[in-house]
């Protein structure tokens, strides 16, 4: 194994959009610094931890059309048949809910819960409220999108919280996505919420703990054939 693989190996990836605030973050350390050494080691500290915040570690992502795969580290917060957002268009009937709280030292890469094509994306302005309280899915700005797989319409949303105030998404409608690909991030804390449609049982409880693209958040109730994983 040569030295450059094992450096690769040793250091997580960190994602193109934290490298404007890590270097923010070490500029005001230096700045700081000068005025009294001390502020320049907590800023330092706070620089170490804004690289960690934008960590994109890869990921074993199963690829077997009948699960539905955590978009998220964090904690699933909530199991609940829910009506989805209005804006998505999925219906008035409720779908299945599984939300994924992620705190400030979670990962914050997105990724698709499932294979298919993202049939439309919607952008809603709304209030900041913590993103763990159930209310923050109807109040709270988010960002919608809803994927056409092969067991139907589902929709993601990435939900803004309390700290986190810049929801971030580059995919495009009509795009087509692989089961753990990424599509976005939230900066500093927030939630996701997955609605799946009939046929979905869930496969997590509230309070366990998920890793995004690999955690299996429910699963359809149909013959099963072999299963695939993919890095990503």
């Not at 599984?98 to 049939?119: D, K, L, Y």
């Not at 409608?173 to 449609?197: C, H, M, N």
């Amino acid at each position: 194994m040569s030295l450059v693989h094992t450096i690769k190996s040793t250091f997580v990836p960190i994602h193109r959009e934290g490298h404007k605030f890590i270097l923010a973050f070490f500029v005001a350390s230096v700045i700081l610094g000068f005025l009294w050494m001390p502020l320049f080691w907590v800023g330092m500290v706070l620089t170490a931890w804004c690289t960690y915040f934008f960590r994109d570690p890869e990921r074993m992502v199963p690829q077997q059309d009948d699960w539905a795969i955590s978009p998220a580290d964090g904690r699933v917060s909530l199991i609940a048949m829910t009506v989805p957002p209005a804006e998505m268009a999925l219906g008035n009937e409720p779908m299945l809910k599984i939300s994924v709280f992620m705190n400030v030292f979670n990962c914050h890469v997105n990724r698709a819960p499932m294979r298919g094509e993202i049939e439309s994306i919607v952008y809603r302005e709304g209030r900041f409220l913590s993103a763990d309280l159930d209310k923050a899915s109807e109040e709270n700005e988010r960002n919608g999108l809803v994927i056409a797989t092969e067991r139907g319409r589902i929709g993601v949303v990435q939900v803004a919280g309390l700290v986190a105030r810049r929801i971030v998404c580059w995919s495009t409608p009509r795009a087509s996505l692989v089961a753990g690909e990424r599509f976005g991030l939230i900066r500093f804390g927030s939630r996701l919420d997955v609605y799946l449609p009939d046929g979905f049982t869930p496969r997590v409880t509230v309070g366990q703990t998920a890793i995004a693209g690999e955690t299996i958040l429910a699963e359809y109730d149909a013959d099963k054939g072999p299963v695939l994983s993919r890095r990503l």
